[in-house]
C-alpha cells in the first residue's frame, strides 16, 4: 500500500500459514491471499472467487471453500519495530464491515496485547471533543468519496466482512505482537457458529472504542435532504395560484369584482371568484428541460471515465471553464427559442429540487457521508435566486433580479463540482488527475458509482439552478 513493498507482512504471512498448519483446532479453512497489487489484486481474487469476474482478463479459480467468513489484511511495510496498529474498515460505495470485527480487533491489539490503536490517520488521539469531530469528520469524507482505502475494501461488497491491520510509527512491538494479533483474530473468527450479524453496519467511529450509530446520525441527513422536497412542494403549489388582478389606476372606469359568500363556523365573508380559480400546469416544458440536463450528465460520466490518464486534469479543466458559460448559453437558447411563463419557472425548479430531495434522501440509506455533503452543498439551491410570482411583469422580474444574478450566480459557482473538486485537491494538496485516475479506476475496477452521484445528480441540479439565476433567463 502507498507505494511500499509489504515485505514484514508476506513474511509475517507465510509464517502463519505455516503455524497455523500444525494444529488441529481449525473448524474452517483458512485462506492465505497474496497479490502483486493491492489494488487490482483482491478485487480479481474476489470476483473470480464468485465467479463474478470478467473471462478475458481474470482467470477462474481451479480450487474454491465456502462462504468467507472474515478477512483480515496484514500491511508491514516497515523495516523496524512499529509503536501501533492503523486499523482501516471503510470499503467501497460507503460500505462498512459489522461492528464486532472492529471491536475485536481492538480488543486483542489494546486490551491483550497493549498495542495502541489508530484510524482514519489520527497517529495521536487523546479523546478530546476537537480529536472526536475531526477523525469522525475523517471516515465521513473516506466513506463520502467511496474509494477503497485497503485491500479489505473489496470484499465488503460481497457482504464479508474485513478490515486492514496496518503497522506505524517507530516504538519497541515487534511482528511477534502482530502475529499473535492476527492469530487471536482468527481464533475469535473461528469460533464464529455464523456470519457477524448482531452489531451495526452502520456508524462513525469517533475513537477506537466509541462511535454513533445510525439512528442517532441518519436523522441529520434526511433533515438536510427534505428541505429540497418541502421546497418543490411549495413551489408547486405556487405555480397553481391564479394571477392577482392587477391594481386600477384612479383614471380608469371600476368595475364590480364578482364575489362569492363564503361561510364557515358563523362567520360569512366575501371572498373573490378569482381565489377559487383553477389554474391549468403547463407542464412538459419543465419536466423535459428538467430530465434533458438530467441526462445530460452522461456526457462528463463518460469523459471522465474513458479519458486517458495524460487528458484528465486538462480535460478537467476545459470542463471548468466551460462550465461558467454553460448555465447562460442554456438560459439565453431556451429564451429566445421557448420563452418559459412565470409559472414553468417555478415549475422548472420545483422538478429540479423533488429529483434531488428523492435522490439524496434514498443515498442517505446507502451511503450516509455521500448524502449529507451534497445535501449540504446544495441547500443554497433552495434560496438563491428571486422566487418570480406568476402575477409579476417581465419588468418588474428584470429589476427584482438585477441587483441579485451576480452574487447568486458567484456563489453557485464556488459551490460547482467541479470548484469543489479543485478546493479539495487544493486543500489536501493532492493532484487533480490523481484524484481522476484513482476514480476512473474505482470506476472500472471496484464498482464505484460515486461519480453517478456526482454527475447524474448533484451536477443537473446545481445546472438549473445556475440557470434559475442566469440573467439571460429574465
Not at 9 to 25: D, E, H, I, M, N
Not at 201 to 221: E, K, W
Not at 350 to 370: C, E, P, Q, V
Request: glycine share 6%; charged share 10%.
Amino acid at each position: 500500500m502507498d507505494g511500499e513493498l509489504n515485505e514484514s507482512g508476506v513474511a509475517l504471512v507465510l509464517t502463519l500459514a505455516r503455524y497455523f498448519k500444525r494444529w488441529s483446532l481449525w473448524s474452517k479453512d483458512i485462506i492465505f491471499l497474496i497479490t502483486g497489487d493491492s489494488k487490482a489484486g483482491p478485487q480479481a481474487w474476489v470476483d473470480a472467487y464468485h465467479d463474478a469476474h470478467s473471462a478475458p482478463s481474470v482467470a477462474s479459480l481451479p480450487l474454491k471453500s465456502g462462504a468467507l467468513q472474515g478477512v483480515v489484511v496484514v500491511d508491514n511495510a516497515l523495516n523496524h519495530r512499529f509503536e501501533s496498529l492503523h486499523i482501516m474498515y471503510d470499503g467501497i460505495n460507503g460500505q462498512l464491515p459489522n461492528l464486532d470485527l472492529f471491536n475485536t480487533a481492538v480488543a486483542i491489539a489494546s486490551g491483550q496485547m497493549g498495542i495502541g490503536v489508530s484510524l482514519q490517520r489520527m497517529w495521536k488521539h487523546g479523546d478530546s471533543y476537537k480529536e472526536r469531530l475531526q477523525t469522525m469528520l475523517r471516515g465521513m469524507v473516506s466513506q463520502g468519496l467511496g474509494h477503497a482505502s485497503g485491500p479489505h475494501s473489496s470484499f465488503i461488497p460481497y457482504h464479508i466482512d474485513a478490515i486492514t491491520l496496518q503497522a506505524v510509527g517507530e516504538g519497541w512491538q515487534d511482528e511477534m505482537a502482530m502475529g499473535r494479533c492476527v492469530e487471536s483474530t482468527f481464533r475469535s473468527l473461528n469460533n464464529l457458529l455464523e456470519h457477524f450479524h448482531q452489531s451495526f453496519f452502520f456508524y462513525l467511529l469517533m475513537q477506537a472504542n466509541r462511535f454513533v450509530s445510525i439512528g442517532t446520525y441518519l436523522p441529520s441527513a434526511m433533515l438536510v435532504t427534505v428541505n429540497f422536497t418541502i421546497m418543490a412542494i411549495a413551489l408547486w403549489v405556487q405555480s397553481g395560484r391564479p394571477p392577482t388582478p392587477k391594481v386600477a389606476s384612479p383614471d380608469s372606469k371600476r368595475t364590480e369584482a364578482e364575489v362569492e359568500v363564503v361561510k364557515h363556523r358563523g362567520l360569512v365573508a366575501l371572498v373573490p371568484k378569482e381565489t377559487f380559480a383553477i389554474v391549468e400546469r403547463q407542464l412538459f416544458l419543465p419536466l423535459t428541460f428538467v430530465i434533458s440536463l438530467h441526462f445530460l450528465g452522461v456526457i462528463p460520466l463518460y469523459i471522465f471515465n474513458n479519458s486517458s490518464q495524460a487528458a484528465l486534469p486538462a480535460n478537467m479543466l476545459l470542463f471548468a471553464l466551460s462550465n461558467l458559460l454553460l448555465p447562460i448559453l442554456i438560459a439565453s437558447a431556451l429564451s429566445r427559442s421557448t420563452p418559459p411563463t412565470a409559472q414553468q419557472r417555478l415549475l422548472i425548479k420545483s422538478f429540479s429540487l423533488l429529483l434531488l430531495g428523492m435522490f439524496l434522501s434514498a443515498l442517505a440509506t446507502l451511503n450516509f457521508s455521500l448524502a449529507f455533503l451534497i445535501g449540504v452543498l446544495s441547500a443554497p439551491l433552495s434560496f438563491l435566486g428571486p422566487l418570480p410570482s406568476p402575477s409579476s411583469t417581465q419588468d418588474t422580474r428584470a429589476k427584482q433580479n438585477s441587483a441579485y444574478w451576480l452574487p447568486s450566480s458567484a456563489l453557485l459557482h464556488l459551490l460547482s463540482p467541479p470548484a469543489v473538486l479543485f478546493g479539495c485537491c487544493w486543500f489536501w494538496e493532492v493532484g487533480v488527475g490523481d484524484v481522476l485516475v484513482e476514480a476512473a479506476f474505482g470506476w472500472k475496477v471496484w464498482g464505484m458509482w460515486t461519480q453517478v452521484v456526482v454527475w447524474c445528480v448533484w451536477w443537473p441540479a446545481w445546472l438549473v439552478g445556475a440557470v434559475f439565476v442566469s440573467p439571460s433567463w429574465w
